[in-house]
Every structure is written in structure tokens, then in C-alpha cells.
């Protein structure tokens, strides 16, 4: 690598990187200078470049250095700042635009070619590129984090003519004309002050003038004042010397004369005058702050001690939350004065001290998370190790460190990043690391705006033509992206410049993806010549660019219709990609003896609707099953490739049109190309087709089939777009970015014949014909149950047998709701129009969810819901009965014979819906009917029926029942109830026990099972009452007739209503029930001791008429069914203690015996042997003393009511004996015989165990300590039986049992 100080970025650094010198003037010192037309900075811009200057320089080191070059910067004291972002946007984009007027003036010339490229050097490149680049990193000056744009110097310049001089030095230094960033405490204010007198000798003599410069330097000090003179020419007279300002001046105009008023005196004046200040005041003093500094930083930073001090003092800081600036540092703090001390090395070229200076800062800014300013240090370490030409990795890894801590911190450091990814390119380029740059200049790409994107995407692409090999590819790839991002910012010529760049690289290549953006410019540079058929065929090659942003996909477009407009006549394509259409999605729906009620049934699966209809359809089906199949064997042999259709009846063909871009687009006059011709004319075509097909032409080109498709389709749209044989729709749409639709197409045939499907017409933006030839592409074919069918084109599957007029039901289901709450139960109305001349007969009719909806009969159109349901009601209601009762799945239903649909009339039949559980639920119904008089072709048809139920949650119900302890075949039942609406009520009505030896009672006799009848949204309840069982068993009496129907059927709310009840057993409610427990029996399979339950409810008076949508609708009646809730237990063993509850003794004869019996039931299908242990007390804790100890056996039910027994009134329940005490104390009562009974039961049989008790004291006592051990006796192996799991054994202990003995008189 050459010297790094004569690279590029070297000088760049000693331009950039200098002292800063503030100019305080007052207003008369510019009105002197504007003579001139000069500013008077400008005035003294010339003379602040220092070439050949020759100055010794010691900073910290004892050996001092010359400086040859040097650069002062001057800058107003309101310029002191951070310049607007707004404005440096803008002067930007003037010198990218300047740019383009000047150097692309000819745009018809040739594009370059790729060898006068490959033979470019990188000194040749646009030399506004560098302008640019200066430009950019000028919007970071005067930032607070860096101190090489902070003053070193100021210069206060004063007028001769002002008034009082002395005082308006002083005035100028005034706070209020002083930068914020000095006022702020982020710049030194003691800095090197500099006095200068300025007289204008167009005003008279300088005797005024030298007066006052006696008195400046009496006040201010001898050297640090200095009188210039100006405007010292005269009219014509002088050298003409503005040359030297107009570098300087670019706003200037070419007829202004700069400087007219300075001679050569005064130019070399204004020159001792500025090389006097560097030289002997500025370099001096900064030397000396070098100096200064650097012991003020060795005596607190350097050295062992102080970094161990440091570390300590920061530490703690490392946990704090990150922030973008860290903590403020003030101009007085260590740290900026490290950073002063840096940059002031920096700009004296002293290196070495300025990197030591910022890697000791760098490590502090880290630690305090100051990450603008670490990122800042290490930036100004990267350069310092360049211009050392040292550490070519170290360099790198500090520019990477710095660049990616800018972008770490968001948007205020991504101009930063920029700044630093320049200087990181300059390095790289200054090694020959053009492919390295190239990267970098991408990922400021990244950061910036568009326009400033562009300029970096396209030094990047000339860094990858410098590379060594030529990265080709990546060149152009960059020159299309930067050509693209100029568009985007409005820059057109430079975007034309990069794309014909571009063009060279990409020509012959199959690199499509970038091709696009070629194709484009190249189609517009072609119309822009007025060449608009060649423009036209490159815009057609991107018109699908579904891969662009939507910015260029739109330009494309619009451009495209603008060439064809400019065409001036009607514009045809073969096959336009826009829209694309998916011919393997192509849907034709047509009706042969398959028939739909709406759109939602065509879209259902066939193999639905087949399932659902093998049971009722005939066994031979008569007509194809599928579109794409071919015609079954007994048909027409002439015609078995073809599909059948009827007069009058339309073929709809769904077709899907995507738009491949993100914009939207407008499709008009869609239509299908059709021809109808007589059948034998159908069989000569086919045998020239096959003929075709069999020895295709090789010769002819793709472009010549296109054509030749084109004519022959155009062709046959002007011969048959006026026959009456056919009626064709059209249909316009618009398709937004990226949607995807299917259109439905319709010909409907209106004569006899064959009927083929050609292909699609239509306009895009009224502007262009587009034509689709169907045959052009083969279909895929669709196989029935795995049979694999011959390949056919698509056009024998797109050719349709019309044959005559046959008639053809429509049907809907009235009343259907969209969304009901789960349980509605109500009655619908299915409508059936045979709109033809014809009549039908033999009705049938699946229906897929038998759980939900149900046929009724005529009888039901007559009778009231749902008062027809209310007992002792003079309707008969009948259910019925579905043809397969074990199948829950499906149900037949056959019309009456005698109904037959004549031609013209609507036929009505009444169905029964209720929403069996929440959920979205698919209904299927299929009718099969016949025609009147057979046709040949076709002997009957189906009707499909599809709706979609949205059922929403109501009630929810839930059973709890437990065995009762005291009393056998009853049980005590929970019902919970759940109200899961959020905003309906429901009035509960009544509870229904499903089978006549249950029956449903209270827990108190005459008591309520359910006091509340009104459940609120989301309120829930909680019901208890018994159960009984009065089927009749060995051990209970005989029940009357009429005790079996009572108790089934109980009202539910407060006592004394009297709302009529309503009869489970009628229809509908009865059907229901039975395919409800068809489906929980599924669910809940092998459960033994069941019942079930209806709970039947309504919506209160006042909501009767609102559904869950708000819409008027019939009364309701929610009927909630719970099937099969298990009455079993654990134990298979029922026990129950039988004896007297009262006894009278006289204990002064002798103890008291008293005689019990146990009865024991076995509930199971198997014999059981148990054992009862009986468990003497032994102390006298076995008397009852105290009501608040209950027993164990006190937990769960038990009988609060003993029939003819003594009620105990005494605060005395009892509790069982635990474990005995000292044995001296005699027991309160023993059981006599034996402590252990074994007995065996059959199943399903009851055995009473007789038992003693001796008492030996009165009191009330319970007798409980007993346990009855039980176990099945299995006839077979339990694992082969599938009672693997099932509980075989186990211990059930004794329930209470009270008795009274007392003391007779």
C-alpha cells in the first residue's frame, strides 16, 4: 500500500479532520467584504490551505516533527452547529441532481459494452461520487461527542467605521451570540482569542484605523491584534484575481466579478495574515493544550495505580440500562478532556499519542455505557491506526466495532454509521480490498434513504468490477438495484445511466429474476422511439413480476397500457400471464342426475354425498360420477367419452385467476369460447382429432403455434359470439395484489347436441384482448376409489352430450336458522319446486345428523309447537321410526307412496330440528326422486343439500348420584345446572326421568327440587333429590300401575305451579332421545345401572320471540338430554341395618338383648360371597354424648328422616369407637354370636343376615362398628372376560344405625 497520507482517505482526513477557527464580526465588517461579492469567510477561504508550510511541532515527545501541510477551518459562530437535517437532505440531493444535468445530456447513445467497462481504472470513476461522499459526512459536523470540530480559535473582527471598537470586541464575545454547544458546556470557552481590525480604504486613510489597533493591543494584549486592510483596487485599474474565490463561491453567477475591490496587496495581506494565525498562534496553542492535557491525564489515568482507581470508581456502572449517550460529560470532565487531548494530536498528525488517548477512552465510554461515544472512539482508533499504516486487522476491527455500535443505537447514529462506513471503504479501497468495500458500501445501503442508497449501491457495483477476477454478476445485480433506488427518489437520468450499464452485463444471460427491470427500461427506451411492437413484446415478458415491490409492479403496468394507448388500435394476446390462470384447479359443475340446492352443496366432497347415498340410490349407477370419468357400459357406446347435460340447464365452469402482482387489476367481458354442433358432426371431428393427435407437426416454431392459436380463437369468437344455440355469461372483477378467485362461467345450452368448451376470453383494463386455448394444457385427472382411468385431453373432458329438457326439483329448508343456542328444539319446513312440465315420484331422503334434524309428518303441519307436546293434549303424536335404529349416523326417511311433486307445484313436508351439542355443524340431505315418464338417458335424479349450524352453548347439565345409606333401590341425586350464555336467561320448566321405574321426588316430602326457576346468564345451580327405582325385586312389594307413572315427570321452580308438563314420550321429543342415546351409548359403552334424564326449558316470557342473533322467530323449547349417567357404585353390595329404634329394659332384672337384621343386596350380574365383621366397644364412649363429633359414617348422604322411629332431639349423634381404653370398664353393649357371618349371594338376589346386640346401660347408641367385606366370584378368566379392570373386591364399612334404650318403670 502506498503512503496512507497521499491516499485518498489520507487527504481527506487532512481536510476534514482540522482546526476549527470561530468568526465573531459585526455587521459593517460584511458590508466591507460583500464589496467583493465574498462573504468574509469566504474572503479568507482561499488562504486557510496550507501546502508548503514548514512548522516544528512538539507535542508530548522530546523530539519535534514539521508540518508541511496544514488546514484551517472557519465557521461564523452561528454556524457552530449541528446543521438541519432538512437542509442537508436537500443540498444532497442537488448535488446527485446537478450531477445529472451536466453529465448525462446524451441519452440515445449506445449503453457501454462490457470490454471498454472491464478496461476502466478506479482513478477514472465519476469524480461527483467523491463530492457526494464529502457532502455526506459534512451533516455530522460540530456533533457534541467528538472535539475536532470544537474551536480552537476564535477571530473577532471589527469595522474601522464601527463605533467605539474597544467596546464591541468586548460585546461580541457576548453569551447570546455564542454557539449552544459553548453555552452548553459541551465546548471549551476558554479557547485562544484572536482581535482583528478591519479597514476599508474605499472609506479613507487607516490613521483612525491604526489609532484604534494601538488601543486594541493596549487592552488585548500585543500579539493578539492585527488591523487588515481591503478594497484597496481601484475601477479597471487592477489585476482581476476572483479566480482564487470561485472553487469557494459555487452559487455565484459567471457574470459576477468576485473580489473586484482586493489587488495583490491585499491578497497577500489576507495571506500573511492567516499563515501568521496557524503558525504562530494556533499550532502553538494547541501544542501547548497537548501538553497541558496529557499531564493533567497521566496524573490521573496513567499508571497501575490510577487504572486500578478507575475501575474501581466505574464500578457498578456495568449493571445500569443502556443509553444511547451514556451519562453527560461536560468539557471539564476527564473524559473530554482525553478527548480533546485525542483530537488535537489527531489534527497535529501526532498519531501514536492520539491513539493511546482514545483506547484509554474507549475503555471508559464502554464502561459507562456511552455507546455513541465508544463508538465514536473506536472510529478515530481505526483511523489513527490507518494513518500509522500499522494493524491492518486492528484498523478493521475497530471501523467493524464502531460501525456496528452506531446502527446498535438506533437513528441517532445512523448517519454516524455512514461516516464511518466512508472512511472504513477509503481504507479498504486503499489496500485493493475493492471486494471487501463493495460489502461495506451495501450495508450503508441499508441505512440510508433511497436516493443516497442509490449513490452507494452504485460505488459498490464499480468496487466489484475492480475486483480481482471481476465479480460480473454482482456489478450488474448492484447497478439494477442502484438504478432502481434512483427511480424510486425521482433521479430518472441516473436511473437510465445505471440500467444501460446493466443491460451489457445481462444481455444472453438466463439470470430472469433481474431480467425484469432489463426488459422493462429497455421496453420503455423502445417507446420512447416510437418502436412500439418491440416495446410491447418486452413489457409483455414482465407483466407477471409477481417477485417486484409493488412501487415497480405498478410502474410496469401503467407504462405498458400507456404503450399500448400510444398503439393506437386494438392490442390481442395467446395466453396473457396477467391474470394467471390455474388450469389444473379448473372446476366444471354441471348437472347430469346429480342436482344441487345451492353453491355450498357443490363444494361439498363427492365422496360425501357418495357415502351418504349408496343406501338409497339404485345399485347401477346410470350416469358418470365424476365429470372428468368416462360414461358408464350400458350407455351409448358413441357417446361414453362425453359428458351429459340437459336443455336448458347451465354448465358452470369455476375458474381461478390469480393476479401474480401485488396492485390491483381489472378484469372485463370474462367469457368462455364454445361451439355446439349436431352429435355426428361431434363423431367425424373426433376421429380427424385423434388422427392430429397421433402425428403432430414438429416443424413449426412456438412462436408460429402461438399465432396460428390466436387466429384460429379468434376466429371462432366472432362465428359463435351471436348463435342462439347458447347463451354465455360475462363477468367483470377487479383482483387485488396477490388475491386469488374463482370465477363461474356459465353456457347454457338451449338445443340438443355436443357442446365443447374451448376456452376463455377477456379484457384487461379495457385496453388489451387476451385468449386461452383450454387444450392447450392436459388436466389431471381425478380418480374414482383408486381406479386408475386412461389419460384424455382436456378437451374430451370439456365436451358435453346436451340432451333433452328432463325436470329437476329445487328445495330449501324454511326456517332454518344460522345460530341457535344448544337444545332448540323447533319445527322446519322443507319446500320442494318441480319448476318443469313433468312430475316426479318415489321420493326418498338421507339425512346425514339424525341427532339434529328429523322428518315429521303431515299431521304436524296442523298442530301448534309446543303446546302440541303438553299432557293429556287431544294430538296424537306419533314419532318416526328410522329404518335402522343402530345406526346413529344416517337416517332414511321414505316419503309416502301417494306423493308425487306435479309439474309446476311446490311441495312441503315438516322437519324437526334440534341443536344437539355447541359447534359449527355440516347438515346433508339428499332426495332421491324419479321422473314421470323414464328417459333413456337418465332414469332419476338426486337433489344434494347442504347447511352449515352455528350452535351456540346454553344449559349445561351434569348429574351426581350416590347410593342412599338408609334405604335400598333409591338414590340421592345432584343436578347441576349452568347457564353458559352470556347474556340470555332461561326459565327451567321441567325434569324428566326417561323409563317407568324411576321415579323423581324430593328430599323433604313436599318440598321443591328446584326453588329457583330463572337462570341468569352465567349464573349456575345446584338441585338435590331422590331417586327411586320400582322395578320389582325379591325384597320389595308389590307396586300399583299407577305408582309407576307418577314422579317421572317433575316441574321445577317454587311450590304450587302449576305449568302444564310436557310428554318426553311424543314426538319429536322422543326421537330425539333415542338418537341421543344411540350417540352418548358410543361414548360411554359397557356401562351398566344406568338413566337418563330431560331437562326441559324455555325462555322467559318476554324473550320468547328472539333467537341468539336478535332475529323474530318462533317460540322456543330447549330439551336437554343426559343419557346413560351410571347409578353404580364401587361395591356391587347393598346394605341396610333392619331392627327396632326404640327399646324399653328394665336393666335392675338383667341386660337388654336386642335382635337386628342386616339385609344385603348383590346389584351385579355375578355371585358375590361377603363377610360381616362385627367390632366390640370397649369403653363407654360408645354412648352418644355429643352432637358435634359425628362419626366417619356421618360423611356424604344420609337419612334425615326415620319414619315411625323417635325422633332424637338430644345434642347427642354419637361417634364410632376408635380403639378401646382400659379393659376394667365394662363395654356399653357387645354384639352376641358370632363376630364374623360369611354368606353367598346370586347375582341380582337380597339375603337377610339376623344379628344380637346386649346392652348393658340406657342411652342412645350407634351401632355402626361393623364392616362388610365383599368379593366377586367371576365364572371365567377376568382378562378374557374384559373385567381386567375391574374392582373384584374390597370393604365397605357400616352405615349408621341409632337406637334408644331406655329404662321401663
Not at 946 to 965: G, M
Not at 1161 to 1166: G, I
Amino acid at each position: 500500500m502506498a503512503d496512507p497520507v497521499n491516499s485518498f482517505l489520507g487527504k481527506m482526513l487532512l481536510e476534514e479532520i482540522t482546526p476549527v477557527v470561530m468568526v465573531l464580526r459585526t455587521p459593517l465588517v460584511e458590508e466591507a467584504c460583500l464589496k467583493n461579492g465574498l462573504t468574509f469567510v469566504q474572503m479568507l477561504q482561499p488562504f486557510c490551505v496550507f501546502n508548503n508550510i514548514d512548522v516544528p511541532v512538539r507535542t508530548v515527545s522530546d523530539q519535534p516533527y514539521r508540518l508541511h501541510k496544514f488546514k484551517l477551518r472557519l465557521f461564523y459562530a452561528s454556524e457552530i452547529k449541528q446543521p438541519n437535517v432538512e437542509a442537508a437532505e436537500e443540498r444532497l440531493k442537488q448535488v446527485i441532481t446537478h450531477t445529472a444535468e451536466k453529465d448525462l445530456s446524451d441519452l440515445h447513445a449506445d449503453p457501454p459494452q462490457l470490454d471498454d467497462l472491464l478496461a476502466l481504472n478506479s482513478e477514472l470513476l465519476p469524480l461527483w461520487f467523491k463530492i457526494f461522499n464529502k457532502e455526506l459526512i459534512q451533516t455530522l459536523s460540530f456533533s457534541e461527542h467528538e472535539a475536532f470540530d470544537h474551536p480552537v480559535a476564535c477571530l473577532f473582527v471589527v469595522s474601522s467605521k464601527d463605533e467605539q471598537p474597544i467596546n464591541k470586541f468586548v460585546d461580541l464575545f457576548n453569551t447570546n451570540q455564542l454557539p449552544s454547544l459553548l453555552n452548553d458546556g459541551v465546548m471549551d470557552p476558554k479557547i485562544l482569542k484572536h482581535y482583528l481590525l478591519i479597514h476599508d480604504n474605499q472609506d479613507g486613510s487607516s490613521e483612525k484605523a491604526t489609532n484604534v489597533l494601538t488601543e486594541m493591543r493596549s487592552t488585548f494584549g500585543m500579539n493578539e491584534c492585527r488591523l487588515l486592510c481591503i478594497n484597496s483596487a481601484k475601477d479597471g485599474s487592477e489585476e482581476r484575481i476572483g479566480s482564487l474565490w470561485t472553487p469557494y463561491k459555487t452559487d455565484a453567477s459567471p457574470s459576477q466579478d468576485l473580489g473586484c475591490l482586493l489587488n495583490v496587496n491585499d491578497v497577500s495581506e489576507v495571506k500573511d495574515l492567516m499563515q501568521d494565525l496557524s503558525s504562530k498562534h494556533i499550532i502553538p496553542h494547541m501544542e501547548q493544550k497537548i501538553r497541558v492535557l496529557n499531564q493533567q491525564v497521566s496524573a490521573t489515568r496513567k499508571g497501575f495505580r490510577n487504572q486500578i482507581r478507575n475501575l474501581w470508581w466505574r464500578k457498578g456502572k456495568e449493571e445500569t440500562p443502556d443509553a444511547h449517550n451514556g451519562p453527560m460529560y461536560t468539557f471539564s470532565s476527564i473524559e473530554s478532556q482525553i478527548r480533546v487531548l485525542g483530537d488535537y494530536a489527531f489534527m497535529l498528525r501526532d498519531y501514536e499519542l492520539a491513539l493511546s488517548n482514545y483506547r484509554l477512552l474507549s475503555t471508559d465510554y464502554k464502561i459507562d455505557k456511552a455507546w455513541k461515544r465508544y463508538a465514536g472512539a473506536q472510529e478515530l482508533m481505526g483511523l489513527s491506526y490507518f494513518m500509522l499504516d500499522q494493524s491492518r486487522k486492528e484498523a478493521e476491527a475497530c471501523m467493524e466495532n464502531a460501525f456496528s455500535t452506531y446502527l446498535k443505537i438506533g437513528s441517532i447514529g445512523q448517519r454516524n454509521a455512514t461516516r464511518c462506513g466512508l472512511w472504513w471503504v477509503e481504507m479498504l479501497k486503499a489496500r485493493d480490498q475493492y471486494k471487501e468495500a463493495a460489502g461495506v458500501y451495501f450495508r450503508i445501503s441499508n441505512e440510508e434513504p433511497s436516493l443516497h442508497a442509490a449513490v452507494m449501491l452504485e460505488q459498490a457495483s464499480y468496487c466489484y468490477l475492480f475486483s480481482n477476477p471481476p465479480m460480473l454478476r454482482k456489478y450488474g445485480f448492484h447497478l439494477v438495484l442502484a438504478g432502481n433506488r434512483y427511480y424510486l427518489s425521482d433521479q430518472r437520468k441516473h436511473a437510465i445511466r445505471t440500467y444501460r450499464s446493466a443491460l451489457s452485463v445481462y444481455k444472453g444471460n438466463s439470470w430472469n429474476f433481474i431480467k425484469d427491470h432489463v426488459h422493462f427500461h429497455v421496453g420503455k427506451w423502445y417507446a420512447f422511439l416510437g418502436i412500439f411492437d418491440v416495446a410491447v413484446k418486452h413489457m409483455l415478458e414482465i407483466l407477471a413480476c409477481s417477485h417486484q415491490s409493488v412501487m415497480t409492479q405498478e410502474l410496469f403496468l401503467r407504462d405498458f397500457f400507456q404503450i399500448v394507448e400510444k398503439m393506437g388500435k386494438k392490442f390481442e394476446v395467446f395466453r396473457l400471464q396477467l391474470p394467471i390462470i390455474n388450469i389444473s384447479s379448473l372446476k366444471v359443475v354441471f348437472e347430469d342426475h346429480r342436482t344441487y340446492a345451492s353453491t355450498a352443496a357443490v363444494n361439498v366432497r363427492e365422496s360425501l354425498w357418495k357415502s351418504l347415498e349408496e343406501d338409497m340410490v339404485p345399485s347401477l349407477p346410470i350416469s358418470r360420477t365424476n365429470w372428468l370419468d368416462s360414461q358408464p357400459k350400458h350407455s351409448s357406446r358413441k357417446y361414453k367419452d362425453f359428458n351429459i347435460c340437459v336443455v336448458g340447464e347451465s354448465i358452470k365452469m369455476d375458474i381461478e385467476f390469480k393476479n401474480p402482482l401485488q396492485i390491483p387489476i381489472s378484469i372485463s367481458g370474462v367469457s368462455l369460447i364454445c361451439q355446439l354442433s349436431a352429435r355426428s358432426e361431434t363423431v367425424e371431428s373426433e376421429l380427424v382429432e385423434k388422427d392430429t393427435h397421433a402425428h403432430p407437426s414438429e416443424s413449426a416454431s412456438g412462436q408460429t403455434n402461438d399465432a396460428d392459436e390466436l387466429r384460429k380463437l379468434t376466429s371462432n369468437w366472432e362465428l359463435n359470439s351471436g348463435v342462439s344455440s347458447f347463451t354465455l355469461s360475462e363477468v367483470d372483477f377487479s383482483l387485488r395484489g396477490g388475491e386469488t378467485t374463482v370465477v363461474q362461467l356459465t353456457v347454457n345450452p338451449k338445443v340438443e347436441g355436443v357442446l365443447k368448451v374451448i376456452g376463455v376470453r377477456w379484457k384487461l383494463s379495457d385496453s388489451v384482448v387476451s385468449y386461452y386455448n383450454f387444450d392447450c394444457d392436459h388436466v389431471k385427472k381425478k380418480n374414482v376409489k383408486g381406479r386408475k382411468k386412461p389419460t384424455q385431453s382436456s378437451s374430451k373432458n370439456l365436451e358435453f352430450v346436451v340432451i333433452k329438457n328432463l325436470p329437476k326439483l329445487e328445495g330449501c329448508v324454511r326456517h332454518l336458522p344460522g345460530r341457535i343456542y344448544a337444545g332448540d328444539t323447533r319445527r322446519l319446513l322443507l319446500e320442494l319446486k318441480n319448476q318443469s312440465d313433468l312430475s316426479v315420484k318415489n321420493m326418498k331422503m338421507k339425512i346425514s345428523h339424525p341427532r339434529f334434524i328429523i322428518p315429521g309428518s303431515l299431521e304436524d303441519l296442523k298442530i301448534e309447537f309446543p303446546s302440541c307436546l303438553e299432557k293429556n293434549s287431544n294430538c296424537e303424536h306419533n314419532g318416526v321410526q328410522p329404518n335402522s335404529s343402530k345406526q346413529p349416523n344416517s337416517f332414511l326417511f321414505s316419503f309416502p307412496e301417494d306423493a308425487a311433486i306435479q309439474g309446476g307445484t311446490t311441495f312441503s313436508w315438516p322437519f324437526w330440528l334440534r341443536a344437539a351439542v355447541p359447534g359449527r355443524i355440516s347438515l346433508y340431505l339428499s332426495i332421491y326422486y324419479e321422473m314421470e315418464n323414464l328417459s333413456s338417458e337418465m332414469r332419476y335424479r338426486i337433489l344434494r343439500m347442504h347447511y352449515d349450524l352455528e350452535v351456540l352453548p346454553s344449559l349445561d347439565l351434569s348429574f351426581q348420584i350416590s347410593p342412599c345409606p338408609s334405604k335400598l333401590q333409591e338414590f340421592l341425586v345432584r343436578m347441576d345446572v349452568v347457564n353458559r350464555t352470556s347474556s340470555e336467561s332461561f326459565q327451567l320448566h321441567q325434569l324428566s326421568s326417561v323409563g317407568y321405574q324411576w321415579e323423581i321426588s324430593p328430599l323433604q316430602p313436599g318440598g321443591a327440587i328446584c326453588p329457583l326457576q330463572l337462570l341468569l346468564s352465567g349464573q349456575a345451580l345446584s338441585c338435590f333429590f331422590k331417586l327411586k327405582n320400582h322395578r320389582k325385586s325379591t325384597f320389595d312389594g308389590p307396586v300399583s300401575s299407577h305408582s309407576l307413572l307418577q314422579g317421572r315427570d317433575v316441574r321445577l321452580g317454587p311450590q304450587g305451579s302449576n305449568k302444564t308438563l310436557f310428554d318426553v314420550f311424543s314426538s319429536p321429543l322422543a326421537d330425539f332421545h333415542h338418537y341421543e342415546q344411540l350417540q352418548q351409548r358410543k361414548l360411554i359403552q359397557g356401562q351398566q345401572g344406568t338413566v337418563d334424564f330431560i331437562l326441559i326449558s324455555q325462555l322467559p316470557d318476554n324473550r320468547a320471540d328472539r333467537g341468539p342473533g336478535g332475529q323474530s322467530d318462533l317460540p322456543q323449547l330447549f330439551s336437554h338430554h343426559s343419557c346413560h349417567c351410571s347409578i353404580a357404585s364401587t361395591s356391587p353390595v347393598w346394605c341396610l341395618m333392619n331392627g327396632p329404634r326404640t327399646v324399653h329394659h328394665n336393666f335392675s332384672v338383667s341386660f337388654c338383648e336386642i335382635r337386628l337384621c342386616m339385609t344385603v343386596h348383590n346389584s351385579s350380574e355375578e355371585a358375590v360371597s361377603i363377610r360381616i365383621n362385627t367390632v366390640d366397644v370397649t369403653s363407654s364412649d360408645g354412648q352418644l354424648s355429643d352432637v358435634s363429633a359425628a362419626s366417619e359414617n356421618q360423611a356424604g348422604w344420609h337419612s334425615v328422616s326415620l319414619g315411625n322411629d323417635i325422633k332424637v332431639t338430644s345434642d347427642v349423634l354419637g361417634t364410632r369407637i376408635g380403639k378401646g381404653t382400659s379393659s376394667d370398664v365394662m363395654a356399653p353393649f357387645v354384639w352376641a354370636a358370632s363376630s364374623s357371618t360369611r354368606v353367598e349371594i346370586e347375582p341380582n338376589a337380597t339375603t337377610e343376615v339376623p344379628l344380637k346386640v346386649c346392652v348393658f346401660a340406657p342411652g342412645t347408641y350407634n351401632l355402626s362398628n361393623y364392616s362388610v367385606h365383599w368379593e366377586v366370584k367371576l365364572s371365567g378368566d377376568p382378562v378374557s372376560s374384559g373385567d381386567s379392570t375391574r374392582q373384584l373386591s374390597g370393604k365397605s364399612p357400616g352405615n349408621p344405625y341409632y337406637i334408644t334404650v331406655l329404662q321401663s318403670p
